[in-house]
């Protein structure tokens, strides 16, 4: 079980998320977008692709991760998610914006980069 959690430097694919690895991720990277999702979810299905496209597009910039709310419960109530899909832009440790739904990958892009300044 070591090895399994350990976060990658430089991920081009959404990386997973739990309870026990969160804090360590917002330390690790400046810039991580949160996807809070569940298996049963459509939207969350809808927007999966769209966070593996733009994890491939934006890496080296923005880290993105996964964070399944039924497998996880601490992180998502910290947070008071309500809906899902809910992405919370993270800088430097701090929630920088949330965005909630499924949306085009050419506005989620917009939407993160206008955030990090890019």
């Known amino acids: 079980m070591e090895g ?5 430097d430089n991920p ?5 998320l ?11 990277y400046n ?5 809070f999702w569940a298996s049963w979810c459509m939207p969350c299905k809808m927007i999966a692709p769209v966070v593996e496209n733009l994890a491939k597009k934006l890496q080296g910039k923005v880290v993105f991760g996964k964070l399944n709310v039924d497998e996880c419960s601490g992180i998502p109530a910290k947070f008071n998610i309500m809906s899902i899909p809910t992405l919370i832009v993270f800088k430097n440790g701090s929630a920088a914006d949330t965005f909630i739904g499924a949306m085009p990958e ?3 892009e917009e939407k993160i980069l206008a955030v990090i300044g890019d």
């Not at 081009?12 to 997973?16: E, F, K, T």
């Not at 810039?31 to 996807?35: C, E, F, G, P, T």
């Open 4 to 8: 399994k959690n350990t976060l990658p």
């Open 12 to 16: 081009g694919v959404p990386i997973n």
């Open 18 to 28: 739990t309870d026990e690895n969160f804090e360590e991720a917002l330390k690790k």
């Open 31 to 35: 810039v991580i977008v949160v996807d």
């Open 106 to 108: 050419h506005v989620l």
